[in-house]
């Protein structure tokens, strides 16, 4: 499969993943490995990778040498709070520039307050970090954080841990005809045939958390997800056929046929 590109820098795998609602850091372990995935996302206020030198770090689960680490701002409802956490992400990471930025809106539906984003957006690209952004399927929005300087745009196919899949592919779709930077499908994510979706679409790539973690079976579910986002980017790149409204086709050829 070709390589996704963020920040001028290739990756294998389509398919980015979070690292939390594990049981542990084995089964963390196992369900990367699973997945295939090239880039873990880490909640810098939820994880250890190494606020608490007495505590289990991620970063001995899943060295930095292995992966790329997608800090993110999980919990933060203002701009500002998702810049300091950002820059502590950066200093725990050595100067790790590449960041996910969400700025919440409310606990209860975790949609993203975009008034916010755009703030933060602007003082972190300044700042010198490459942001892959979290935020709405609104298409205006989108292009507002790609002209700001954001490296990925990351819009909601439903909200977040809902499993509820692609709710609105049609503005997913203005996204991706309109911005030249990576689009990748964050949230809502319930099963391989969203992320399958997803990729047919056109999203360059697809981040997921809940879909593999609460799974009855999440390193399974992780194998599972590997193939529907390598299935649809195959789709996409082959070129679907037209759908044709109240009209047949025969399979086979219908000139030549021979005779009884």
Known sequence: MDSLVIAGRA?????LVGTGKYKDFSETRAAIDASGANIVTVAIRRTNIGQDPNQP????ALPPSQFTYLPNTAGCYTADDAIRTLRLARE?????????LEVLGDPQSL??????TLRAA?????????????????????RQLEDIGCVAVMPL?????SGMGILNPWNLQIIIDRLTVPVIVDAGVGTASDAAIAMELGCDAVLMNTAI???????????????AVEAGREAFLAGRMPKKVYQASPSSPTTGIIGT
């Open 11 to 15: 990756y294998s795998s389509r398919l």
């Open 92 to 100: 725990l990471l050595d100067g790790h520039s590449l960041v996910k």
């Open 122 to 142: 602007e003082v972190l690209v300044k700042d010198g970090f490459q942001v892959m952004v979290y935020t709405s399927d609104d298409p205006i929005v989108a």
């Open 57 to 60: 770090s991620l970063l001995d």
């Open 157 to 161: 196919a439903s909200l977040i841990g």
């Open 111 to 116: 949609y993203p307050n975009v008034v916010e």
């Open 213 to 227: 973690a609460g799974a009855q079976q999440p390193v399974l579910m992780a194998s599972a997800m590997k193939k």
